[in-house]
């Protein structure tokens, strides 16, 4: 067992795990390189020499726990035959989408097309800069990609709501998403991922009373799944009010909070570990404020498991040594 999941598991007290959302990623000068030269953002994706590469390039750097797969949630639509273009500024572009034709696409089908991703799973794990580490699988929980899907741009831009009032369709997508996400987090399993995150970046978008159906079940079928391959899997459903309720009903191994969560009231709620939470920004800002905040979440969480973390994706501004001192001050004692 590695470190994280001992630690997990309430044995290895006084270990501080930490690894950090989007680690891999445009604020590295030595990944921005590749980009440059690599304009097909999920070509780059499907790159079995660069993948590999690109995912260890923080931990040649930082003294990070854990590496997570570089890919993105939106490999999901693209094998199941989406387009999807990245574009500056923009985010994603999806094409047009056909529910019939995704019907007819088998498991095989779907796993051949991202086998590159789960051969660079497999090169990655066996690296020497992950001994005794984790690898981090993930995928997007079916909400969330059915929302980029029929959106089919990021809801930053702009968010129509007309296919929010078919109910059945989406029921039927979500259920649709939730057999290939599984099929997808267990081919990563399969070939060296260790822990897996699932990301429901828009589960904010929900309202009351379709979180439990559009949400709530979703990410449980899929954690129960993980669950009984023996993986720890941490849920991060970005935005929600009641990140309690979830707990309760999904019952993952790790909940990860956003920046906008209160680490102290939610400790009082949760009886499950927590990720996460500390602001991108103040890594954009003074050392001392963000030793003040590290410092606040090492007196918090001093008698409780927590995988230290961001509350979101680490900003592309970052500087690199702003990060190494963000570790240093969880790692030292
Ligand atoms: O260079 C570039 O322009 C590409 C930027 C980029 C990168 C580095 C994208 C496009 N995706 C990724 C990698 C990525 N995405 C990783 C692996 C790297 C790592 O974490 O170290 C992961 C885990 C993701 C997950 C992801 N992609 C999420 C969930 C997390 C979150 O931020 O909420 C989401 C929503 C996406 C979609 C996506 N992909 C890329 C962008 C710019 C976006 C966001 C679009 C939007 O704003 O709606």
């Known amino acids: 067992m590695t470190p994280i999941q001992l630690y997990l598991l309430g044995k290895n007290n006084g270990f501080r795990p930490v690894w950090i959302m989007r680690q891999a990623g445009r604020y590295l000068p030595e990944f921005r390189k590749i980009r440059k030269k690599n304009k097909n953002f999920i070509k780059l994706c499907l790159n079995k020499n660069l993948v590999p590469k690109i995912t260890l390039q923080p931990l040649e750097r930082f003294k990070l726990d854990a590496a997570i797969i570089f890919s993105d949630i939106l490999m999901l639509p693209y094998a199941l035959g989406q387009d999807v273009q990245f574009e500056k500024n923009l985010g994603p572009i999806l094409g047009d989408l056909n529910i019939k034709e995704i019907k007819n696409i088998t498991n095989k089908d779907f796993s051949m097309k991202l086998k590159p991703v789960y051969d660079s799973v497999k090169i990655v794990s066996k690296s020497r800069l992950l001994v005794n580490k984790d690898l981090i699988g993930f995928a997007g929980s079916p909400w969330t990609i059915l929302l980029y899907m029929m959106n089919k741009s990021s809801p930053k ?11 059945i369709l989406i029921k039927e997508t979500l259920d649709l998403l939730c057999n290939f996400t599984k099929l997808h987090i267990h081919n ?6 260790t822990i897996i995150q699932l990301f429901d970046s828009w589960a904010g978008l929900v309202k009351n009373n379709y979180l439990e159906e559009y949400v709530f079940k979703q990410n449980k079928k899929i954690v129960d799944f993980v669950k009984r ?12 009010k009641n990140y309690y309720d979830f707990v309760k ?81 969880i790692k030292q004692k």
């Open 157 to 167: 831009n702009k968010l129509s709501s007309k296919f929010l009032e078919d109910k």
């Open 188 to 193: 990563q399993i399969k070939n060296g991922a």
């Open 229 to 240: 391959l023996n993986v720890p899997v941490i849920c991060f459903p970005k935005g929600i």
């Open 249 to 329: 009903y999904v019952k993952p191994n790790v909940i990860s909070i956003d920046y906008n969560t209160n680490p102290k009231k939610i400790l009082k709620k949760i009886n499950i570990p927590i990720q996460g939470g500390i602001n991108p920004k103040l890594l954009l800002g003074s050392k001392k404020k963000l030793k003040k905040e590290v410092e606040k979440y090492i007196e918090i969480f001093k008698n409780y498991p927590y995988i230290f973390n961001l509350g979101h994706g680490i900003l592309p501004e970052t500087k690199p040594l702003m990060v190494e001192y963000f570790i240093n001050l």
